[in-house]
Structures are given as C-alpha cells and as structure tokens.
C-alpha cells in the first residue's frame, strides 16, 4: 500500500497519543494555574472522612434530649445559615456555644459538628454551630466576616434564640480553631481588628471562653512542611487566600494569630492529639504563648508515647476512652468559665 497522503493529526496512531498529551498538558496546566482542580481533590478526601467521623459520632448524641432549631439565616447569602440546639423544654437565656467547623479552609459544613454541639447541649446550653464560605470559593476574609457578622445576629436576637449575650464562649476544630481565635483575637486586640479590618461583634465581657481543638496560629513554617501533607497545606492557602504566593500576602501574617493574641484574651481550653504533626508546633505554643501573657489556659495534651495515638481531632473520635475524657474537661471548663 503506498504512503497515506492524510494529515498527521488525522492519522489513528498518532491521533490518540496526541489527544492524551494535550490532555495531560491540560491537566497538568490546570494544577499549576488554579487552586481550584487539587482544592477539589483535597475537599473529596476530607468529605469522606468527615462523613465517617460523623457516623462515629452519632451514637453518642442520638439519645440526647435537646430542641433543634435548623437552616437558620444570619445573612443573605447561601453560606450564612446556622442550627441551633437547646435542652429539651429549656426556657429563657442560656450560656451559650458557638462552633466553628474544619475542614482545612476549604471543606467542611456544620452538619460535620453537630451530633458534638447537641451533647453540649444537653448539659444545659444553647449551641450553635455556624456555615461560612471557603475557598476557593471565597478568599480570605470573607468567612472570618461572615462569622463575625453571624456573632451580630446572634446578639441582636438573643431573646428569640434564647442566648445570654453576656455568656458567649466560641469554639472550632481544625481550621475552624484558627478562624475561632482569630475572632477572639479580633474581639481582644484593638489593633488586630484594625489591621484585618473588622469592627468585633461581641465586646471582651461578652466573649468569656475559647475552645481550640487541633487548630493552626502559625502558618508561617507551612512552605516547608515536606510531602503530601506540606502540598495539601499549600494548596489549602492558596484556594483560601487566593493567591499563590500566599505566604507573602498580608492575609498570611492575619492568619497566624500566634503573635496577636495578648493577656486580654480570654480563658482557653486548648488540645491536641499525641498523634496529630499540628499539637507539637501549633497548640502547645499557643497555649505557651497564652500562659506568658498571663491568660488561663487549661491544657489537655498528651506524651508522645501514649497509646492509642490520637489523631487530628481526635476530640471526635468518641469510640475513644481519652476523647470521651476530652469531652468531660471541656465541659467542666465551659462550667467554670460561663457560669
């Protein structure tokens, strides 16, 4: 047979290899170019593991008698809902919780707490587990406004929701821990506010506890984390601050409140897992941090040998006898600092 006069890009053999080298070039250019395909990625992983812990979870807080109050708005827009928990029969104010979830900045939904925020709820308080939009959706601060703003709501219509607005401790996990003390940050520090630029919802009296489980103060060691773990922080900040070279941005020096936080902070419970690479350069100097300035701090961590090793937010983890402890000294903390 004699030589085909068609095109080369028309002829079977080389037409495929072709097609999926520009498609690999594309994927590829797609990584380097937008947070948006790894965010992705990244979000799916931590979905499914939120979904597990949830189930583990829930045997826990099914038989727990409270009132929920569920999709409630605190804004206009489709991120800015709220559920709300009370004991069963419970009338007027109470202290009360509010908790922000993980879920690396770009993952996570309220629902991810709730069975937690229902226990808490059954000892006697109005909880309140909050949605905000992350990236790459929104950057940064647009979740940390929207929290903030939802704080107002829950303030302005604390006779309806049957909060004490003068009894306020805020919570989160995760990332949703860095966002939690950003806003006790926000609400302490005068010259933080001014820097991120938010007029604090909640005054100092107001705001009487922080809990921080598992969280993030300082992402400035974050660029040379090694492996997997280092590129899915990464990517992270990159979707949530919205820039690539997130580590030079102003939003980067916001988010670590390691060096903000001052003595006017509020009484912390702080924890993290023995098992978790975040307690040893994250939350134990944080809670070293807050325990120079003169803030009391109640510290429940772990030696390096314990066993079982407790993971990143292992206070979920409730099928664990030293997560069951955790609970307990939260709630014995929440105790003493709202009553």
């Not at 189930?55 to 709300?84: K, T, W």
Request: some cysteine; proline content about 6%.
């Amino acid at each position: 047979m004699g030589k085909s006069t068609r095109p080369w890009y028309r002829r079977p053999s080389r037409l495929i290899p072709a097609i999926a080298l520009g498609a690999g070039v594309a994927f590829g250019l797609a990584f380097v170019l937008t947070p948006w395909p790894a965010a992705l990625l990244i979000r799916g992983v931590f979905e499914r593991g939120a979904d597990e812990t949830v189930a583990e979870m829930e045997p826990y807080a099914e038989n727990v008698s409270v009132d929920a109050r569920l999709d409630l708005a605190y804004g206009d827009g489709r991120d800015e809902q709220f559920d709300l928990y009370r004991p069963k029969g419970a009338e007027g104010a109470l202290p009360t919780v509010v908790w922000i979830h993980g879920g690396a900045w770009i993952s996570g939904t309220r629902e991810n707490v709730d069975p937690y925020v229902r226990i808490l709820a059954a000892e006697g308080y109005t909880t309140v587990s909050l949605s905000y939009t992350f990236g790459p959706e929104g950057v940064y601060p647009t979740g940390l406004r929207q929290l903030n703003d939802a704080l107002a709501y829950l303030v302005a219509n604390a006779d309806d929701l049957g909060i004490d607005p003068d009894r306020i401790a805020i919570a989160g996990d995760s990332a949703g821990a860095n966002l939690t003390s950003q806003l006790a940050t926000i609400t302490t520090n005068p010259e933080y506010a001014s820097e991120v630029g938010i007029e604090p919802a909640l005054s100092p009296e107001q705001l009487r506890a922080v809990v921080l489980n598992c969280g993030i103060y300082d992402t400035s060691g974050i660029p040379d984390i090694p492996g997997l773990v280092g590129w899915g922080f990464r990517t992270a900040l990159w979707a949530y601050i919205g820039e690539r070279d997130w580590s030079s941005t102003a939003a980067d020096k916001q988010m670590s409140t390691l060096d903000r936080v001052t003595a006017d902070f509020p009484t912390t419970w702080i924890s993290g897992g023995n098992g978790d690479p975040l307690t040893d350069v994250q939350s134990k100097p944080l809670a070293e941090k807050l325990e120079g300035l003169g803030v009391d701090v109640t510290k429940v961590f772990y030696e390096q040998d314990h066993e079982p090793s407790l993971p990143h937010e292992y206070q979920f983890h409730l099928d664990y006898e030293d997560a069951r402890t955790a609970l307990d000294s939260t709630l014995d903390f929440l105790g003493d600092a709202l009553k």
